[in-house]
Nanobody, 126 residues
């Protein structure tokens, strides 16, 4: 059974940092596209960053380039999202997702993913 569990969210001041984790079970994440998405009430879910399923390429939304970094630990079967220089507009529920076939920048498209975690809240506020 495929399962994704996010953790690491919380309240942080503007300019601060957080690292989100997405622990996978039931499959090996190095063979899947893995994406981080975020959503605020009333808005569409937004692709933040992802790994393509077919190679080691990574992709980022323009709004987070230079501030967020996606990485993965194969031994722990976990994907991370390191977030620095956080802004109030980064406030959202962050989700990770997995799909076995997405390649290239398609991994930033939330509608294409088969498996989702439950989400973790990130709040950036002073």
């Amino acid at each position: 059974q495929v399962q994704l569990v996010e953790s690491g969210g919380g309240l942080v001041q503007p300019g601060g940092s957080l690292r989100l984790s997405c622990a996978a079970s039931g499959f090996r994440l190095n063979y899947y596209a893995i994406g981080w998405f975020r959503q605020v009430p009333g808005k569409e879910r937004e692709g933040v960053s992802c790994f393509s399923a077919t190679d080691t390429s990574t992709y980022y939304a323009d709004s987070v380039k230079g501030r967020f970094t996606i990485s993965r630990d194969h031994a722990k079967n976990t994907v991370y999202l390191q977030m620095v220089s956080l802004k109030p507009e980064d406030t959202a529920i962050y989700y990770c997702a997995a799909d076995p076939v997405l390649s290239g920048s398609d991994c930033l498209k939330h509608g294409a993913y088969d498996y989702w975690g439950q989400g973790t809240q990130v709040t950036v506020s002073s």
